[in-house]
């Protein structure tokens, strides 16, 4: 039978081994991060479990005891190999991960159906999803790439297109039996329009471009593209689908397009890497099949027979 661990109270072991290296609580206080204060309150509750005095205290200093100092040597060494195996198993992490920043309705309909192609092909990388949607900006972060719609104007970075932004509208066979044909986009003005909170000005967009006036302000609102489009394929109304994104819904009929009258906004979607560090093989890898998933050359090594 496996003998049982004690409870052993990590953080005051911790905050012992440091103030016995140091010497001084002072010290240890600064190496760690935390006040001196936070020190001493450990080391009193490493005292009391222990049963014994560690640090004989003064009114200006203290001082290892001599138990203090035999228990500090033999456990300074153990941190010390807890440290250098947790920095082997992050260094690991970091050099098989790559950081991606990617819209979270970008990585549900393009890159998750074909993410299973680049982890076959590459066993050995996983890739970390950051979902973050605002300005991108590799200084300050840890990622490696990025998926993002703009128009190629991303500063310290270079970037490849992937496919442009068309938007048309699109609508369940479920909500147009129920609410009747729409033939035309004028029949816009009596449906119900659904709308995402980042791309509010989608309907106004494409509603301008056919020429026709349209109450775009009305409708339902989602906080995501990806609550949108699932509202859609609901039947809870018609959507302005990002056509390039939606290939999987339009093929199954899941969704259709009633109009058939796409508009090109002028932005596209690119792969994006910094330009301020060098682009790591993992990176190199993962930007190239991304382009060949869209029939692109790649970037960094030849195209595979």
């Keep these: 039978m ?4 004690r409870n052993l109270p990590l953080n005051p072991l911790r905050a012992f081994a440091v103030a016995s290296r140091h010497k001084t609580f002072t010290a240890a206080a600064k190496h760690m991060g935390i006040s001196q204060v936070a020190i001493s309150r450990q080391i009193a509750i490493l005292e009391r479990y222990l049963s014994v005095r560690l640090f004989e205290r003064g009114s200006r200093s203290v001082k290892l005891t001599d138990v203090g100092r035999a228990f500090g ?10 440290e250098r195996a ?12 790559i950081h991606l920043r990617i819209y979270p309705t970008v990585a549900h309909h393009f890159l998750l159906p074909r993410l299973p192609e680049f982890m076959a092909r590459h066993p050995d990388y996983r890739v970390r999803f950051d979902t973050t949607v605002e300005p991108l900006d590799f200084r300050g972060t ?3 790439v990025a998926i ?4 190629a104007d991303w500063s310290d970075a270079r970037c490849r297109k992937l496919f442009d932004e068309v938007l048309d509208v699109v609508a369940s066979p479920r909500y147009l039996a129920a609410a009747g044909p729409l033939e035309r986009p004028e029949d816009l003005a009596v449906a119900d329009l659904l709308h995402s909170r980042y ?3 989608d309907w106004e967009t494409w509603a301008a471009a056919m020429g026709i006036d349209l109450n775009w302000r009305e409708g339902i609102e989602f906080e995501t593209s990806l609550l949108t489009y699932s509202a859609c394929t609901q039947g809870l109304g018609v959507a302005i689908g990002q056509i390039d994104l939606l290939g999987n819904e339009l093929a199954s009929g899941e969704l259709v397009r009633p109009f058939d009258r796409p508009h090109a906004t002028g932005a596209a979607f690119y792969v994006v890497w910094p330009t301020l560090t060098s682009v790591s093989t993992k990176t190199r890898h993962f930007i190239d099949w991304v382009l060949e998933s869209v029939g692109e050359a790649p970037e960094f090594y030849p195209a595979r027979a």
Excluded: K
């Excluded at 496996?2 to 661990?5: C, H, K, L, P, Q």
């Design 86 to 97: 947790t920095e082997r198993i992050l260094s690991n992490e970091t050099r098989n991960t």
């Design 142 to 144: 840890h990622l490696d």
């Design 148 to 151: 993002q719609l703009g128009r």
């Design 199 to 201: 791309r509010r000005r």
């Design 73 to 82: 040597h033999e456990i300074a060494g153990l941190f010390d190999d807890l």
């Design 2 to 5: 496996d003998r049982g661990y």
